[in-house]
């Protein structure tokens, strides 16, 4: 690529039928495409083909809800263990990285740090680690407990957990395996690292009996944008993903971390800040509008409201009607009181309805939409580039594969013309390709 300035980095955020919550409900829809491997690999191959960076499957341990009406109504509670279909993926791409959640709340961290080692060997050094700390009671029930822990002593599990995993990734250096048949010699027991480590959480020996991959090791993806999150990013991640719903918090975010990251002695330039966006792309604006608002109108009000409900942690509105404005008494929340008050204070000063206020969430969930024509979607991208809000981005489209054949095939090539993104990848791996330094130097 021609331009001194680095490149955009693009991801696509994939969701089985696209990240409209009513997007299942498009007429020629493929039938329940969430169990379905075909429908992945063309959406593979179609990212690939667009050069994108690397794909993301999401993960949630469960049905998170007990809300019968919105599981009836909504397409969103099947889908495939992400590691699982990310192999299958590997094995039927060259070039896309490939990177799951794992949660550090359920799992172990030697079987976090193996999976992902296997994986980053069967994709020849293309596999990412998104670190979280799940979310809600539903996945603690699926575990033996009967609630979920606490945002503290959950970064506290996560911070040693990925320390544990960054260890025993380290385990093998490149030069351990011999291999000597005819000596007899297959290992090198100087290039192999024993962790033993013993902290609060865990106990682990290692090693790994995984070797590294040709991009040294898994890269780290981090999800948290709490202060608690950020600072765990900073000690551990490559990427950082982030919900920013408007430039002016994107801004913010994105000089907090770069310059977090700068205090404790990293080059900014090594921890890449992705926001989600959500394109909807038209021949004209008028006609994308159109495609959101065709989406809009097939939300059910059951998963509006729970929608609701799920952003402000409790807040129960389904006893109203979708098309009346917000009662002036509420049923009280014992979940976010911030996030709802954030929520009243938009629907009251815009006049909003339950619907309309739902509707704000339907696809873009508090992530930004960019809706117009491609040219309108590439120059608002090369802005929030340029202006330091991002240096690329989780793309989300609202349909799959329609929404990511719009982007490959209309916005890719436009800041392809810009020489904004890439016209081949450049690198073997995940890691060459992002332009990041080797692992561990
Ligand atoms: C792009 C993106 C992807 C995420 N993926 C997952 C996921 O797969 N599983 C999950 O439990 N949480 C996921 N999260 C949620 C985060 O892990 C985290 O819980 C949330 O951002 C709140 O973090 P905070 O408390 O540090 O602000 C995701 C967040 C973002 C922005």
Known sequence: MSTSKPPIRLGLFLLADGHHVAAWRRPGRRHNPATD???????????????????????????????????????????????TLLSALASATKHIGLIATASTTYNEPFHVARKFASLDLISEGRAGWNLVTSQNDPEAWNFGHERHAAHD??????????????????????????????????????????????????????????????QGRPIVVQAGSSDTG????????????????????????????KSRAAEAGRDPGSLLIMPGVAPVIGQSRSHAQEIKDELDALVHPAVGHHLLYNATGGMDLSAYPPDSL?????????????????????ARRDKLTIRQLYLMLAGARGHRYVIGTAQDVAD????MHQDQQA???????????????????QVVPE?????????????????ENLGLRPAGS
């Not at 499957?57 to 099947?78: E, K, N, P, Q, Y």
């Not at 608002?380 to 802005?383: D, G, R, S, T, V």
């Not at 240096?391 to 095939?409: A, H, K, R, S, W």
């Not at 392809?416 to 690198?427: I, M, T, W």
Request: aromatic share 8%; charged share 20%.
């Open 37 to 83: 491997l075909g429908h992945y690999l063309e959406i593979a191959r179609q990212a690939e083909a667009g050069f994108l960076d690397f794909l993301f499957v999401a993960d949630f341990l469960g049905v998170r809800t007990t809300d019968t009406a919105a599981i009836s109504h909504s397409a969103r509670t099947l889908g495939l263990e992400p590691l």
């Open 153 to 214: 002593s959950r970064y506290d599990r996560a911070s040693e957990f990925a320390d544990v995993v960054l260890g025993l990734w380290n385990s093998w250096q490149p030069d351990a395996i011999v291999d000597d048949a005819e000596n007899g010699v297959f290992l090198n027991p100087e290039g192999l690292s024993v962790l033993g480590h013993k902290g609060h959480h865990f106990s682990v020996r290692g090693p790994l009996d995984i070797a590294a991959s040709p």
């Open 230 to 257: 950020v600072a765990l990013a900073v000690r551990t991640a490559d990427i950082v993903f982030t919900a920013q719903p408007s430039a002016d918090s994107a801004k913010a975010f994105y000089a907090k971390v």
């Open 326 to 346: 917000l009662p002036d008494a509420l049923p009280e929340t014992n979940g976010s009181k911030s996030r709802q008050q954030v929520l009243l204070e938009v």
């Open 380 to 383: 608002e991208l090369e802005h």
């Open 391 to 409: 240096d690329g981005f989780n793309i989300m489209p609202l349909t799959l594969p329609e929404g990511l054949g719009d982007f490959v095939g």
């Open 415 to 431: 800041l392809q013309r810009r020489k904004l993104v890439r016209s081949a990848y450049e690198g073997r791996t995940l890691r």
